[in-house]
């Protein structure tokens, strides 16, 4: 696998919530992070959170008690459930895989995204 592949979004009110999923494989001894970014219309697209290798989380300060990043090996699926919703969230929400060990392959690899769509 090499690219990987999002699902999970939709239209919600706000105060709501969505978990949305990203299928995508990774070699743990190639200390590989996972990720969460998003791009809102005329924005540029933004960190959401990273899933370390060693299985530590990292939030930008937007997302920080409302979203919570998971990785889940048996389904080589990323997760990021998604709480309290709001209007600010809108974007398209992509997955990204990296290997940050240099003897691996290093190439950065993005889904082609998930909708969020928050109403108020």
């Known amino acids: 696998q090499v690219q990987p592949v999002e699902s999970g979004g939709g239209s919600v009110q706000s105060g709501g919530s969505l978990r949305l999923s990203c299928i995508t494989s990774?070699?743990?001894?190639?200390?590989?992070?996972v990720s969460w970014y998003r791009q809102a219309p005329g924005k540029e697209r933004e960190f959401v959170s990273h899933y370390n290798s060693d299985g530590s989380t990292t939030y930008a300060d937007s997302a920080k008690g409302r979203f919570t990043i998971s990785f889940d090996d048996a389904k080589s699926t990323l997760y990021l459930q998604l709480n309290s919703l709001k209007p600010e969230d809108t974007a398209m929400y992509y997955c990204?895989?990296?290997?940050?060990?240099?003897?691996?392959?290093?190439?950065?690899?993005w889904g082609q995204g998930t909708q969020v769509t928050v109403s108020s």
């Open positions: 990774r070699v743990t001894s190639c200390r590989p992070v």
């Open positions: 990204r895989r990296q290997n940050k060990l240099v003897l691996c392959d290093t190439d950065e690899y």
